[in-house]
């Protein structure tokens, strides 16, 4: 305690109970300590089944123009051992904070939509996802193709876990109305902003976020996400709504992409939907999420990429 309490004071010239106060009152501050958390931890995961996880600089010398395109990660990661100049590049993300209110979930009437169509409704749902994506995507690619030389991307989405993805909560309830009564069983106040925040809410929504807004350098189509080609594998932190430091992993091309914008990712990937129907319990995890780096590598055969030393951090 000691160390923490001489680098408080030296980093910031006050003590342990300032601090403390302070670091309450900044959420940003909060955020940024356990994005960087997430990192040590993904790099200690990787280190303990054998990989080498080189770290990538945010921003190497020269800016965000110096950065390398397909090295928008946080790792440059190989097997122990390996001599060959093939790495993966990992990007280490932690769920979204506000995903509930931003979903609308402060209101019931909304809880009771999401939870049905997740549940009851799912097979009807996946459908409907899946058919307005394709009509989205081949709107946006005879556009293009009246405007631009050249083939628009490919649609690539899954029909089985389509859009930003479909948690399957099936056999919670047996219908609607089974929903709106075990909803009813909570007070207003339990659905509040607060309530999620605290996670004292009935429902968690665990969602990627990823704000990031760029230009694809092959259709010139500029949008809010990521775009696929930025990194091999996505690594998301659930413990900001499971209270524990669970890695999942995804190929970035196994996720399905903008529809607007085949070369984008999304925002926002639903991973799952926990709820205090069955005490928060994470459920069965739907491609083309892996609990397991080794597995998720092994079955979907990222493309390995050079390393580029000019993007390393060396600190």
Excluded at 118 to 123: F, G, P
Excluded at 174 to 201: P, R, V
Aim: with cysteine; proline share 3%.
């Amino acid at each position: 305690m000691d160390l923490l309490k001489n680098y408080i004071n030296r980093k910031f010239g006050i003590d342990e109970n300032k601090f403390l106060e302070v670091l309450i009152k900044s959420p940003g501050a909060e955020g940024y300590i356990l994005g960087n958390l997430g990192e040590e931890l993904f790099k200690e995961y990787a280190n303990s089944i054998g990989y080498e996880a080189l770290r990538i600089k945010e921003k190497p010398e020269g800016g965000n123009n110096a950065k390398s395109d397909d090295a928008r990660g946080d790792f440059y990661i190989r097997k122990i051992g390996s001599t060959k100049d093939e790495w993966l590049v990992v990007e280490c993300k932690g769920v979204k904070s506000n995903s509930e209110k931003r979903s609308g979930l402060t209101k019931i009437s909304s809880c009771l939509t999401l939870l049905n169509k997740h549940s009851i409704e799912r097979k009807k749902q996946i459908e409907s996802i899946y058919n307005s994506g394709s009509r989205n995507y081949e709107k946006a690619k005879v556009n293009w193709e009246q405007k631009n030389a050249g083939n628009f991307p490919k649609f690539r989405w899954s029909k089985e876990n389509p859009g930003a993805g479909v948690p399957d909560l099936t056999g919670l309830w047996n219908s609607k109305e089974d929903i709106a009564k075990w909803l009813k069983s909570f007070k207003e106040e339990d659905f509040n902003e607060n309530a999620y925040w605290d996670l004292t809410a009935p429902i968690r929504l665990l969602q990627t976020h990823m704000p990031s807004t760029r230009i694809d350098t092959k259709t010139k189509i500029k949008s809010t996400g990521p775009l696929v080609s930025e990194f091999n594998i996505l690594c998301v932190d659930l413990f900001l709504k499971t209270g524990k430091h669970e890695l999942v992993f995804v190929n970035s091309t196994d996720l399905n992409h903008q529809a607007k914008s085949p070369n984008h990712l999304q925002q926002n990937y639903t991973i799952d939907i926990l709820t205090a129907k069955d005490n928060f319990q994470r459920h069965k995890l739907l491609k083309p999420w892996y609990d397991d780096l080794d597995l998720c590598i092994q079955e979907t055969k990222p493309k390995y990429r050079k390393l580029d030393k000019s993007q390393l951090d060396g600190r």
